[in-house]
């Protein structure tokens, strides 16, 4: 088999790193650094932190701090039109997965024409390198600082689009636990649950390499460690960095690997009834690995292995699918994740299969699926 380990992008990691913001945008030669980011980044004092360190190393920055939750095609256009206008030369994105995304996609606008729609992945149409980049995580969920992925609604279809390519890859992230320490539970136990899924899927994933089933494999044991901690106690600063390294080497390893069914799945609830991205992926992530156990058991083997659980040698590929499903189940309801049924009507579950079956994720699965075994994954994910 050969495998791309190609995107691994440079990173600062560690408690206090983002006081090092201002000092490596300035290294860079940028002058005007545009900042993007939300409200919730604002009312938890991070927006100010950051902003100030620009400031002290001597930048000018300019705010957009209207970013909203899975950021929209009509959003990023808005956006892009004021930064060009600002002439700003660098770019630093601060929050979850949400701002940074945001972040990426106004970055391709920087320097290739709008509109974003024109640069889906499902266009075939590249795009040419932004401005320099930083992304800085304030959730352990997406891995987005790593991955070379801006994910978009994209209002017109209803569905999430990626871009990807050299103005949607960081420059540098820079990963500081110590701004994970008020993250409020639920947030804290949605997006550890989607770093899970990157992992899980990326081993499970038509697209896995050697380099990323280790990182994949750390990043689950290392979650399995640590949610529950980060959860129960937001200022546990051991658990907040573990979950900080493992979000990051999950979103590694799936920049390369991909991820398949359960993002396919948890993409299209997330763009048509906004449901939190973690918490569709926490409860897609059993159905998906029950569905594939039987195309890579080998694989969800060490998915078992790394959970830490103990699983009788003499099961069949789909006894242990169910087995693991299982076991992802118990530690979704350990961490509080939330049923699809406080989001959607059941019999609104159909409407969904189109868009899981052609979302870009779908191809990665490690086995095709007809329009009936989605619905059944989907079924599965809401009687989770
Ligand atoms: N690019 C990628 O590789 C990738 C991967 C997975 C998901 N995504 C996308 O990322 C988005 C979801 O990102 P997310 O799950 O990180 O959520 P998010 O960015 O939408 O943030 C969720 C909420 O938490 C708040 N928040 C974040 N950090 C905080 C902190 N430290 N303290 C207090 N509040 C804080 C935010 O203000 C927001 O209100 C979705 O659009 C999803 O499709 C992208
Ligand atoms: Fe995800």
Redesign the pocket.
């Known amino acids: 088999m050969i495998g791309s380990f190609s995107r691994m992008v440079p990173v600062l990691f560690g408690p206090g790193a983002s006081m090092h913001t201002g000092l490596k945008v300035k290294q860079a030669g940028i002058q005007k650094v545009l900042c993007v980011y939300?409200?919730?980044?604002k009312s938890?004092g991070?927006a100010d932190k950051v902003i100030d360190n620009l400031k002290e190393a001597g930048l000018k920055v300019v705010i957009f701090d209207e970013v909203q939750?899975?950021?929209s095609d009509i959003l990023i256009n808005e956006a892009a039109q004021m930064a060009i206008a600002e002439k700003v030369d660098g770019i630093v994105g601060v929050?979850?997965?949400?701002?940074?995304?945001a972040a990426?996609a106004i970055n391709v606008l920087l320097t290739n024409p709008a509109p974003i729609n024109f640069y889906y992945v499902a266009t075939g149409n590249e795009h040419k390198p932004g401005k320099f980049m930083v992304l800085i995580p304030?959730?352990a969920?997406?891995?987005?600082e790593a991955?070379p992925?801006?994910?978009v609604?994209d209002i017109p279809t209803q569905s999430?689009k990626g871009v990807i390519g050299p103005a949607t890859t960081a420059a540098l992230a820079i990963v500081d636990p110590e701004?994970?320490l008020?993250?409020?539970p639920k947030?804290t136990a949605?997006?550890g649950m989607?770093a899970f899924s990157?992992a899980v899927e990326a081993l499970t994933s038509k697209g896995m390499n050697p380099m990323s089933d280790l990182l994949a494999e750390k990043a689950v044991s290392l979650i399995v460690e640590n949610l529950d901690k980060a959860v129960k106690n937001g200022s546990d600063m051991a658990a907040r960095t573990n979950m900080s390294f493992a979000s990051l080497i999950a979103?590694m390893a799936f920049s390369d690997a991909l991820v398949h069914w359960g993002h396919a799945i948890a993409?299209t609830i997330?763009a048509h009834h906004h449901v939190?991205?973690?918490v569709g992926c926490a409860v897609a992530l059993p159905a998906a690995v029950e569905y594939v156990a039987d195309a890579v058991p080998d694989k969800v083997q060490r998915v078992a292995q790394a959970m830490g659980l103990s699983i009788p040698k003499d099961l069949t590929p789909l006894e242990l699918g169910i087995k693991v499903a299982d076991a992802i189940r118990d530690l979704n309801r350990g961490v509080g994740i939330p049923s699809l049924k406080d989001f959607i009507e059941e019999d609104s579950l159909e409407q969904l299969v189109d868009g899981a079956m052609t979302d870009d994720c779908a191809m990665f699965g490690p086995k095709q699926a007809s329009a009936k075994q989605v619905l059944a994954m989907i079924k599965k994910a809401y009687e989770y």
């Open positions: 939300d409200q919730g980044i938890a991070i939750p899975d950021p929050g979850g997965g949400s701002s940074m995304d990426k304030t959730t969920g997406t891995g987005s991955t992925i801006s994910v609604s999430k701004l994970l008020g993250l409020p947030v949605s997006t989607d990157h979103g993409h997330g939190p991205h973690g």
